[in-house]
């Protein structure tokens, strides 16, 4: 039997999802939220794609990702072009999703100790 160290235990963890509430860790928001492996931070008001400005986008740049991953709600809709390319522009990858794909997708990046950001519209 071969033993692994839990490296989830000081990172952000999405531990459910559900329309309008997601739980992070202990923690239960109902605004979307902005997460990484170290902070999670609400976005009141923001609920739609649409919405989605550069000002958020530079949000998420100042935390330095790798990958930024953008749940989109209940189904994947994809934001402006422009908003999208001020990521691929600076070389960090941009996927966008629903949210409950982007939440288990998230999970899997932070275990890796990736530099990833999740934007989660509820």
Known sequence: MRFTQ????????VRG???????INDE?????VLVTAAATQTLAGLG???ALTQ?????IL???PEVVLL????????PSPAFGARFLQAGIGF??????????TYNVLVTEQRRVVALLLL
Do not use: I, P
Request: glycine share 10%; hydrophobic share 35%.
């Open 95 to 104: 996927e966008v999703m629903d949210t409950g794909a982007a939440c288990r």
């Open 28 to 32: 239960v928001f109902r605004e979307s």
């Open 17 to 23: 999802y559900a329309r309008g509430e997601l739980k």
């Open 71 to 78: 749940g989109t709600g209940q189904r994947q809709v994809f």
């Open 6 to 13: 839990d490296s989830t235990s000081n990172v952000n963890v």
């Open 55 to 59: 000002e958020h986008a530079g949000r």
């Open 48 to 50: 739609d794609v649409a």
């Open 62 to 64: 100042a935390h330095e």
